[in-house]
């Protein structure tokens, strides 16, 4: 194994990475989490409308419709989207 | 380059400003910060705008216990009861010391997990109260656009003079949480700040999405798509609630929720949430258990938004069996 700087701050840093950044989740909400995207259990709790839901249809539409009227986009505004952009035909 | 050729698009911000506008919310594309999700939005708010040490009221049970934002943050969460109108000014008032920094976070449109309506009464028992404690609110309506019987009463938000409000909204409920699209609304000082913090953590959403979101906004397409969740989302309700009564009946309380997607199950049984959550998930069904909103009686959260309408009955079903020892 080649050493950098992140293999060679050792186990200090690596305990300080995983306890004081971020406090994990609870176990409890932890293994929800992981199940929520099991395809096989039945999801009695979870806060997501259901496929059937989807505006399918309506979505590609409008994908399409962004696609055919897009222009080079990059960085975006601090705030998000919204200055009136000039385009030049 | 003439004048002539200059097509001019008026983007995300002002859609939403619009879209705000029909809850009574008065907001310029200025105040408005789109964020990737309201999750995000308490990221950034909790790190920008919170200090260590201070104080998050909230209703308890909560969403916002199954998160480790703010206690990640430095802040600690104070739990305040709720009755059938939403969270209780009493309890708040009675716990609010002003020689402290504190806020109030809130879901006054069916509340994550429970599903309680603020009603309009409580809201202006709220407003009144915050205005005199000097509280500021951070308002989470992620739910308001799921009404299912009538038109909630306007947010808190719609009635702040001050700039006292940061309120919080999201395509994630209503449309779908792939997109990442979600707004804060605040005053322009306030939204510049988190707006900063916002640039150093993504550099701002990502572009397809927020022209996604835009379109659905602004081509009346969302409004279309809401009435039709609406009706899906009403026969959901029925036919789980007819199941509960069916298969759990007097093992269990609830009340029926007038938007969103949630019912709030108390359960009496001899099992603890932990046993009934492990024989759940050994019979195949996923339930989220009270505790992880921090609620200490036997309580467990039922989605009738997600599951085949099929499945959410046979689930009850296994559940009802769970309670009577015969799971
Ligand atoms: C009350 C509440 N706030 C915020 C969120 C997060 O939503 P988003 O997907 O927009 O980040 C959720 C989703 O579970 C929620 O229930």
Redesign the interface.
């Known amino acids: 194994m080649v050493n950098n700087t992140w293999s060679l701050m050792g186990h200090e840093f690596q305990t300080n990475w995983i306890e004081n950044?971020?406090?994990?989740?609870?176990s409890?909400?932890q293994s929800?989490n992981i199940?929520?995207s099991?395809p096989?259990?039945?999801?009695?709790?979870?806060?997501?409308?259901?496929k059937?839901?989807?505006?399918l249809d309506?979505?590609q539409t409008?994908?399409q419709?962004?696609g055919r009227e897009?222009l080079p986009?990059?960085?975006?505004?601090?705030?998000?989207?919204?200055?009136?952009?000039?385009?030049?035909? | 380059m003439g004048m002539r050729s200059r097509k001019v698009i008026l983007k995300l911000r002002q859609a939403i400003s619009d879209y705000l506008l029909q809850k009574g919310i008065l907001a310029s594309p200025y105040s408005i910060l789109i964020v990737s999700g309201a999750l995000q939005a308490l990221q950034l708010i909790s790190i920008r705008l919170l200090q260590k040490g201070s104080t998050v009221f909230l209703e308890k049970p909560s969403y916002l216990y199954s998160l480790s934002t703010f206690q990640a943050a430095g802040m600690h969460l104070s739990g305040i009861g709720m009755d059938e109108e939403g969270i209780l000014p009493k309890e708040l008032k009675e716990k609010n010391n002003k020689s402290e920094r504190s806020i109030l976070y809130t879901i006054p449109n069916f509340h994550n997990p429970t599903g309680i309506l603020m009603t309009e009464e409580r809201r202006k028992e709220i407003l009144q109260l915050v205005e005199k404690e000097q509280l500021p609110i951070l308002e989470d309506d992620v739910y308001g656009d799921l009404w299912l019987d009538n038109l909630p009463p306007s947010p808190l938000k719609a009635a702040d003079k001050n700039g006292n409000i940061l309120y919080i909204g999201s395509l994630s409920k209503s449309l779908s949480p792939g997109l990442r699209i979600g707004w804060i609304v605040g005053s322009q000082a306030v939204i510049e700040r988190l707006a900063d913090l916002k640039m150093q953590t993504d550099y701002g959403s990502s572009s397809l999405s927020q022209k996604v979101a835009y379109e659905w906004l602004s081509s009346g397409l969302y409004e279309q798509h809401l009435e039709q969740i609406r009706e899906q989302l009403l026969i959901r309700r029925e036919v789980t609630l007819k199941t509960l009564n069916e298969y759990i009946g007097d093992l269990g309380q609830w009340r029926i929720p007038q938007g969103g997607f949630f019912i709030w199950l108390r359960v009496f049984s001899d099992l603890s949430m932990r046993e009934i959550y492990s024989r759940s998930l050994e019979k195949g069904i996923l339930l989220n258990p009270g505790n992880i909103y921090s609620q200490t009686n036997t309580a467990f959260q039922i989605s009738f938004a997600n599951a085949a309408i099929e499945d959410i009955e046979t689930g009850i079903q296994k559940l009802g069996f769970i309670l009577r020892g015969e799971g």
């Open positions: 950044v971020h406090q994990a989740s609870m409890t909400v929800i199940a929520e099991d096989e259990l039945i999801q009695l709790s979870k806060g997501e409308l259901s059937e839901m989807f505006p309506r979505m409008i994908i419709k962004v897009l986009f990059g960085y975006e505004e601090p705030q998000g989207n919204f200055e009136t952009q000039a385009s030049y035909k």
